[in-house]
């Protein structure tokens, strides 16, 4: 009889029950509620920027970023593809376009178009243009340097301006 108390209690398993941390869930709901209200603010700003704009006609990207052509090529030439070889020079500014770095700090790049970890504004805006072309951009924070910035001339949750001149190479 004492063997059987015995095995019955030595296979039973306790399982653990953890805490629930609801902490973790407020975080979460916090970080989501802080995150609209700097999109919302982003928007508004990028808003007025585009009133202000009166040289050229910006259009709203499927990603939510907004776009202009500065010299559009009307080529036939295709839009860049996966593991594609393009060179390209940028300048960011702020959205009252003042410069933040120029064609000269940032220098050209050689990309290979979606097989190398770039900053997702040059990705996405990359995709977008022919081979001679130039555009300007305009990026909340989120497809730029997000919360943190830059480190040195970039804010944390900055929307930017970005012009990039996609470069005809052969």
Known sequence: MYFMVFLTFSCYQENVRYPIDHRKKSFLNSSAERNKLILAREEVMIKRALKKETS????????????????????????????????????????????????????TVEYYVDEENILPALREGIRLMKSGEIVSFLFPSYLCYGYQGDGQKIGNNQPLRFTIERLIHD
Not at 73 to 95: A, N, R
């Open 56 to 107: 050229l006609s910006f259009s709203l990207s499927e990603k939510g970023f907004f776009y202009a052509y500065v010299r559009k090529s009307f080529d036939k030439t295709l839009l860049p593809v996966k593991g594609e070889k393009v060179f390209f020079k940028y300048q960011i500014q702020d959205l009252e376009k003042k410069i933040i770095y120029d064609y000269r700090e940032l220098g």
